[in-house]
Protein backbone atom coordinates (compact mmCIF):
# COMPACT_ATOMS: atom_id res chain seq x y z
CA UNK A 1 0.00 0.00 0.00
CA UNK A 2 1.25 3.30 -1.14
CA UNK A 3 2.00 5.53 1.83
CA UNK A 4 0.24 9.00 2.99
CA UNK A 5 1.08 11.82 4.94
CA UNK A 6 -0.29 14.09 6.78
CA UNK A 7 -0.66 16.68 4.92
CA UNK A 8 -2.44 14.58 2.40
CA UNK A 9 -5.12 13.76 4.78
CA UNK A 10 -5.25 16.85 5.82
CA UNK A 11 -5.96 18.49 1.91
CA UNK A 12 -8.12 15.68 1.46
CA UNK A 13 -10.42 16.38 4.11
CA UNK A 14 -10.38 20.33 3.16
CA UNK A 15 -11.71 19.35 -0.40
CA UNK A 16 -14.65 17.19 1.02
CA UNK A 17 -15.48 19.48 3.46
CA UNK A 18 -15.01 22.85 0.68
CA UNK A 19 -17.89 20.29 -1.28
CA UNK A 20 -20.28 19.59 1.53
CA UNK A 21 -19.33 15.63 1.69
CA UNK A 22 -17.87 13.28 -0.72
CA UNK A 23 -14.81 11.25 -1.03
CA UNK A 24 -11.46 12.11 -1.79
CA UNK A 25 -8.20 10.46 -2.53
CA UNK A 26 -4.78 11.37 -2.23
CA UNK A 27 -2.00 8.99 -2.93
CA UNK A 28 1.50 9.96 -2.90
CA UNK A 29 2.38 11.29 -6.36
CA UNK A 30 -0.79 11.07 -7.59
CA UNK A 31 -3.12 14.28 -8.20
CA UNK A 32 -6.33 14.29 -5.88
CA UNK A 33 -9.17 12.45 -7.27
CA UNK A 34 -12.51 13.98 -5.52
CA UNK A 35 -16.22 12.83 -6.26
CA UNK A 36 -18.26 15.57 -4.42
CA UNK A 37 -21.22 14.71 -2.60
CA UNK A 38 -23.09 17.75 -1.47
CA UNK A 39 -26.51 16.61 -0.58
CA UNK A 40 -26.40 15.36 2.83
CA UNK A 41 -22.90 14.41 2.56
CA UNK A 42 -23.58 11.60 0.73
CA UNK A 43 -25.05 12.36 -2.28
CA UNK A 44 -24.93 14.24 -5.95
CA UNK A 45 -26.74 16.52 -7.69
CA UNK A 46 -25.40 15.88 -10.54
CA UNK A 47 -26.00 13.62 -13.95
CA UNK A 48 -25.74 10.28 -13.25
CA UNK A 49 -23.52 10.15 -15.65
CA UNK A 50 -20.76 12.47 -14.47
CA UNK A 51 -21.11 10.46 -10.96
CA UNK A 52 -20.78 7.34 -12.55
CA UNK A 53 -17.30 8.57 -14.10
CA UNK A 54 -16.19 9.69 -10.53
CA UNK A 55 -17.38 6.86 -8.50
CA UNK A 56 -15.01 5.12 -11.53
CA UNK A 57 -12.16 7.95 -10.89
CA UNK A 58 -12.06 6.93 -7.34
CA UNK A 59 -12.22 3.05 -7.61
CA UNK A 60 -9.53 3.59 -9.69
CA UNK A 61 -7.10 5.61 -7.45
CA UNK A 62 -7.72 3.67 -4.39
CA UNK A 63 -6.66 0.30 -6.40
CA UNK A 64 -3.69 2.35 -7.47
CA UNK A 65 -3.23 3.36 -4.22
CA UNK A 66 -3.14 -0.05 -2.94
CA UNK A 67 -6.93 -0.54 -1.86
CA UNK A 68 -7.40 -4.56 -2.25
CA UNK A 69 -11.52 -5.23 -1.47
CA UNK A 70 -13.45 -6.68 -4.00
CA UNK A 71 -15.48 -3.33 -3.90
CA UNK A 72 -13.19 -0.63 -3.38
CA UNK A 73 -15.77 1.75 -3.50
CA UNK A 74 -18.53 0.49 -1.10
CA UNK A 75 -15.58 -0.51 1.40
CA UNK A 76 -14.55 3.06 1.52
CA UNK A 77 -18.04 4.04 1.62
CA UNK A 78 -18.48 2.49 5.09
CA UNK A 79 -15.20 3.03 6.86
CA UNK A 80 -17.62 5.48 8.81
CA UNK A 81 -19.70 2.96 10.44
CA UNK A 82 -17.98 1.93 13.81
CA UNK A 83 -20.75 -0.73 14.30
CA UNK A 84 -18.84 -3.48 11.83
CA UNK A 85 -15.62 -4.77 12.01
CA UNK A 86 -12.38 -4.40 11.09
CA UNK A 87 -10.57 -0.49 10.72
CA UNK A 88 -13.50 2.29 11.00
CA UNK A 89 -13.18 6.13 10.55
CA UNK A 90 -14.87 8.32 13.65
CA UNK A 91 -14.78 11.64 15.45
CA UNK A 92 -11.76 10.94 17.71
CA UNK A 93 -9.90 8.95 14.55
CA UNK A 94 -8.99 5.33 13.40
CA UNK A 95 -10.52 2.46 15.61
CA UNK A 96 -9.83 -1.36 15.20
CA UNK A 97 -13.25 -2.17 16.36
CA UNK A 98 -13.17 -6.18 16.98
CA UNK A 99 -10.02 -5.18 19.44
CA UNK A 100 -11.16 -1.48 20.48
CA UNK A 101 -7.99 -0.06 20.04
CA UNK A 102 -6.76 2.88 18.18
CA UNK A 103 -4.84 2.93 15.02
CA UNK A 104 -2.22 5.55 14.40
CA UNK A 105 -3.47 7.96 11.37
CA UNK A 106 -0.18 8.02 9.93
CA UNK A 107 2.02 5.54 9.72
CA UNK A 108 5.77 6.29 9.87
Known amino acids: MTATTAAALREAANRVIASDGGICVIAAGDQPVHLPLPVAGVLSDRP ?3 VSHGAAAIREALHRWGWVRRNA ?29 WEPAVLT
Do not use: H, N
Request: charged share 20%; proline share 9%.
Open 48 to 50: AEE
Open 73 to 101: FMSISTMTLPVSPQVKLTDPGLVRVVDRA
